[in-house]
Structures are given as C-alpha cells and as structure tokens.
C-alpha cells in the first residue's frame, strides 16, 4: 500500500521560515502530481501548491511569492518564507499515484504536520 509520511512541521514565529517534505512509499508506477493542501482549525481543506511529473507547478494566491513547491521523484518539499499567523494549520501531502501499468491512479494522502506561526 502506498503510504505518504509528512515532517518538518513545528512553531516559528511571523517572518519565519519552515520546509515541510513528504516521502511516498510503497508500490509506486508513476506519480502523475504532488500537491500540499492546509486546514486551519474550523476551517476547509484548501489546496496550497501542485506540482506535476513535468515539474510544471501552481501555488493558491495566498502563498504565491512565498512558498516553493519541488520535487524529486517521490518526494516533495514545500519552503514556506515570509510566515504569518494565518499559515497556521495542518499541512497535508497528496499524490495522485499510479501504483501498476494495469491500474487507474488514485490519490493518496498523509496524515499531516502541523505548522503553528506565532505573532
């Protein structure tokens, strides 16, 4: 079974910075995206930033200009600069994963690290 496995999560303070990387494991074809998603207590999941297999990448507009999304095969990292207190949440890892030539791909998601800014 594939298994995504986030860390690099903790406190900092506002105008900080923090990296989160995710290592997918397990039977692995190919990885179609990579992306990051946050939820903020009592809020929605959002999506943060993707990056393809062709390394082609997107950011939502509130953390473009201060996050990098790359990637390395199965792992991807997020460099978070510039934090505010509004970055606080749980940051997830997903992939869309194609784990045999014979099967359709399907997303696969960690359970999440949690990043706390402070002012």
């Known amino acids: 079974q594939v298994q995504l496995m986030e860390s690099g999560g903790g406190s900092v303070q506002s105008g900080g910075s923090l990296t989160l990387s995710c290592l997918a494991s397990?039977?692995?074809?190919?990885?179609?995206?990579m992306n990051w998603y946050r939820q903020a207590p009592e809020k929605q999941r959002e999506l943060v930033a993707t990056?393809?297999?062709?390394?082609d990448t997107n950011y939502a507009e509130f953390v473009k200009g201060r996050f990098t999304i790359s990637r390395d095969y199965a792992k991807v990292s997020l460099q978070m600069n510039s934090l505010t207190p509004e970055d606080t949440a749980r940051y997830y890892c997903?992939?869309?994963?194609?784990?045999?030539?014979?099967?359709?791909?399907?997303?696969?998601w960690g359970y999440g690290t949690l990043v706390t800014v402070s002012s």
């Open positions: 997903s992939a869309n994963i194609k784990t045999y030539a014979w099967v359709r791909a399907e997303d696969f």
């Open positions: 397990g039977p692995i074809f190919t990885i179609t995206a």
């Open positions: 990056i393809t297999k062709n390394g």
